[in-house]
C-alpha cells in the first residue's frame, strides 16, 4: 500500500510552536482530502484537523481552532500542520491520513495511515 511519513515532533515548551509535515510514498489515486489526528497514552484517536482537497476547505477540532492551521497540495499528496501557542494537553502522538471519501472529521473515513511522530509539550 501507499506509505504515508509524518515528519516534525519533538519537544517544545508551552505557548511555542511546531510545524508538522507528511508525504505520501506514491500517488493516492482517488484521494479527496487529507487530515491528522493525535492520541495520548490510554486516549482515544481524536481528529485535529483535515483539508478537502476539492474545495479547499479546512475542518478543525474545538481544542485545536484558532491555534493549529492545515495546509496541503493535492498533486504531490502532502500536509503540513502549524501549531502555534501550544498546550501541555497538545503532547499526543500526530497521525496524518489520507481519505477516498467526501468525509473528513472521522478516522473511520480514512484508509491510509502514517506511523506518527511524538510531540511532546513541557510546562
Known amino acids: 500500500q501507499v506509505q504515508l511519513v509524518e515528519s516534525g515532533g519533538g519537544l517544545v515548551q508551552a505557548g511555542g510552536s511546531l510545524t508538522l509535515s507528511c508525504a505520501a510514498s506514491?500517488?493516492?489515486?482517488?484521494?479527496?482530502?487529507m487530515g491528522w489526528f493525535r492520541q495520548a497514552p490510554g486516549k482515544e484517536r481524536a481528529f485535529v484537523a483535515a483539508?478537502?482537497?476539492?474545495?479547499?476547505?479546512?475542518y478543525y477540532a474545538d481544542s485545536v481552532k484558532g491555534r493549529f492551521t492545515i495546509s496541503g497540495d493535492s498533486a504531490k499528496d502532502t500536509v503540513s500542520l502549524q501549531m502555534n501557542s501550544l498546550k501541555p494537553e497538545d503532547t499526543a502522538v500526530y497521525y496524518c491520513?489520507?481519505?477516498?471519501?467526501?468525509?473528513?472529521?472521522?478516522?473511520?473515513?480514512?484508509?491510509?495511515w502514517g506511523q506518527g511522530t511524538q510531540v511532546t509539550v513541557s510546562s
Open positions: 506514491g500517488r493516492i489515486f482517488g484521494s479527496r482530502g
Open positions: 491520513a489520507a481519505t477516498k471519501l467526501p468525509t473528513y472529521t472521522g478516522a473511520r473515513s480514512y484508509a491510509y
Open positions: 483539508i478537502s482537497w476539492s474545495t479547499g476547505t479546512t
